[in-house]
């Protein structure tokens, strides 16, 4: 595992392109893009004010950046660096922006969640969307891209409309058996909506393209309901994660309850293997030490090293055998995990100075060997699973792992 040297980063701004070829990262109101290969500046644009959010086109050809506070959208391009594009909401606002699948099309939404602006960047022409629901998670496209979810909110009373991203023209209007919208989500396969209610209620329902209401399901009444919802790449399976701290598996035929995994405090299994961190450190001989001690014996002599122990917590579940795999303690609160986009390995971050992997051969704790106080709040993996970036609050680096990496134990 090989580490490069930091650079400088706001607000965790660092994305890769979907095609892995750049690094894109925010410095204030710099846009800097970088080869991913050797981290050279191939571009840096200059915005009208700081960069609250970055995001690719699907293409790799465009880069967003929104100032929020200014109501501001900037849009570069790669091929052709002295072109540029600005949109100004104005008085409206802005609190959202995102592409849509082709890259083509900005997705605006205006403050208050008054309306969706939807922009194109080759025809300039502007179409709106009105009644967006502020909730976690209002905009759900397909896969494939072909069509748009959205979840509305009109007369006190929730829905949701389909539309065709090449036209934006509407697909399909329904009204939804919700109190009030948390979210809406695509399977990856595009054939099934998932949309879940408050958490104030347990409901989470189950459409088909045409807006037919397929099933609901409700774990329990009268206690904090859904906290999370997470389709499986196949779209067999959809997790939910609840508020009673467990985990339910719906399976795609019935929409019933396949399974139920649960955090209890103790393990009890012999088959689970749990890893947990410790730190150890180094035996030193006080007889032998100088005084005063130099700079080198006195970093040894209060320097700790981090290791995994077999004998709180990321769980992993085995989901073709339906049971708890593996639980790693941390020392630190889990800040965030994400798995490769291409193997079965997990990074871990908890807000210090190492970085966490696990795959089925064990468990490897790694320090990040950079100068200053680098605590590793959040990452993102590279497409091709090889490299990442690690994040602290002002810097980055980049990590690269070996391809054997993964059978160390």
């Given at each position: 595992?090989?580490?490069?040297?930091?650079?400088?980063?706001?607000?965790?701004?660092?994305?890769?392109?979907?095609?892995?070829?750049?690094?894109?990262?925010?410095?204030?109101?710099?846009?800097?893009?970088?080869?991913?290969?050797?981290?050279?500046?191939?571009?840096?644009?200059?915005?009208?004010?700081?960069?609250?959010?970055?995001?690719w086109s699907s293409d790799s050809l465009f880069i967003l950046c929104a100032m929020y506070k200014r109501g501001i959208v900037q849009v570069w391009s790669l091929e052709q660096p002295g072109?540029?594009?600005?949109?100004?909401?104005?008085?409206?606002?802005?609190?959202?922006?995102?592409?849509?699948?082709?890259?083509?099309?900005?997705?605006?939404?205006?403050?208050?969640?008054?309306?969706?602006?939807?922009?194109?960047?080759?025809?300039?022409?502007?179409?709106?969307?009105?009644?967006?629901?502020?909730?976690?998670?209002?905009?759900?496209?397909?896969?494939?891209?072909?069509?748009?979810?959205?979840?509305?909110?009109?007369?006190?009373?929730?829905?949701?409309?389909?539309?065709?991203?090449?036209?934006?023209?509407?697909?399909?209007?329904?009204?939804?058996?919700?109190?009030?919208?948390a979210g809406i989500e695509w399977a990856p396969n595009g054939c099934v909506l998932a949309v879940w209610d408050t958490c104030l209620e347990y409901k989470i329902l189950l459409y088909s393209?045409?807006?037919?209401?397929?099933?609901?399901?409700?774990?329990?009444?009268?206690?904090?309901?859904?906290?999370?919802?997470?389709?499986?790449?196949?779209?067999?399976?959809?997790?939910?994660?609840?508020?009673?701290?467990?985990?339910?598996?719906?399976?795609?035929?019935?929409?019933?309850?396949?399974?139920?995994?649960?955090?209890?405090?103790t393990v009890a299994s012999p088959k689970t293997v749990v890893y947990k961190e410790t730190e150890k450190s180094p035996v030193v001989k006080m007889d032998k030490l100088p005084f005063p001690?130099?700079?080198?014996?006195?970093?040894?002599?209060?320097?700790?090293?981090?290791?995994?122990?077999?004998?709180?917590?990321?769980?992993?579940?085995?989901?073709?055998?339906?049971?708890?795999?593996?639980?790693?303690?941390?020392?630190?609160?889990?800040?965030?995990?994400?798995?490769?986009?291409?193997?079965?390995?997990?990074?871990?971050?908890?807000?210090?100075?190492?970085?966490?992997?696990?795959?089925?051969?064990?468990?490897?704790?790694?320090?990040?060997?950079?100068?200053?106080?680098?605590?590793?709040?959040?990452?993102?993996?590279?497409?091709?699973?090889?490299?990442?970036?690690?994040?602290?609050?002002?810097?980055?680096?980049?990590?690269?792992?070996?391809?054997?990496?993964?059978?160390?134990?």
């Open positions: 595992m090989n580490f490069s040297e930091c650079f400088k980063l706001s607000g965790q701004l660092c994305k890769f392109s979907p095609d892995g070829k750049y690094l894109a990262s925010g410095v204030q109101y710099r846009l800097v893009v970088r080869s991913t290969n050797t981290l050279q500046i191939l571009q840096l644009f200059t915005c009208l004010d700081q960069i609250q959010h970055i995001e072109w540029h594009c600005k949109i100004d909401e104005g008085s409206a606002g802005l609190v959202a922006s995102c592409w849509s699948p082709d890259g083509r099309h900005i997705l605006n939404t205006t403050e208050f969640h008054l309306r969706i602006t939807v922009w194109s960047l080759c025809t300039k022409s502007v179409s709106y969307i009105k009644y967006p629901k502020a909730c976690q998670q209002a905009i759900a496209f397909t896969k494939d891209g072909r069509y748009m979810a959205l979840a509305e909110r009109r007369d006190c009373k929730d829905y949701v409309s389909l539309f065709v991203c090449n036209d934006w023209q509407l697909l399909r209007h329904f009204d939804t058996e919700t109190q009030d919208i393209l045409d807006g037919r209401l397929l099933s609901t399901y409700c774990a329990y009444e009268w206690s904090l309901g859904i906290k999370s919802v997470s389709w499986s790449p196949s779209s067999q399976f959809l997790a939910i994660g609840s508020y009673d701290e467990k985990v339910r598996i719906l399976n795609h035929v019935t929409w019933k309850k396949i399974s139920e995994f649960e955090h209890p405090i001690p130099s700079k080198k014996a006195a970093s040894s002599l209060f320097s700790t090293k981090s290791k995994y122990n077999i004998p709180n917590a990321v769980w992993i579940w085995d989901m073709q055998k339906m049971k708890l795999f593996v639980v790693l303690e941390q020392l630190c609160p889990v800040q965030l995990f994400q798995w490769d986009p291409c193997r079965s390995r997990l990074a871990v971050c908890t807000a210090n100075s190492r970085i966490y992997l696990w795959s089925p051969a064990g468990c490897v704790s790694v320090q990040v060997p950079v100068e200053g106080d680098f605590q590793v709040v959040s990452l993102c993996w590279h497409s091709s699973g090889d490299s990442m970036a690690l994040m602290s609050k002002e810097n980055f680096c980049m990590c690269y792992l070996e391809r054997e990496a993964e059978e160390v134990k």
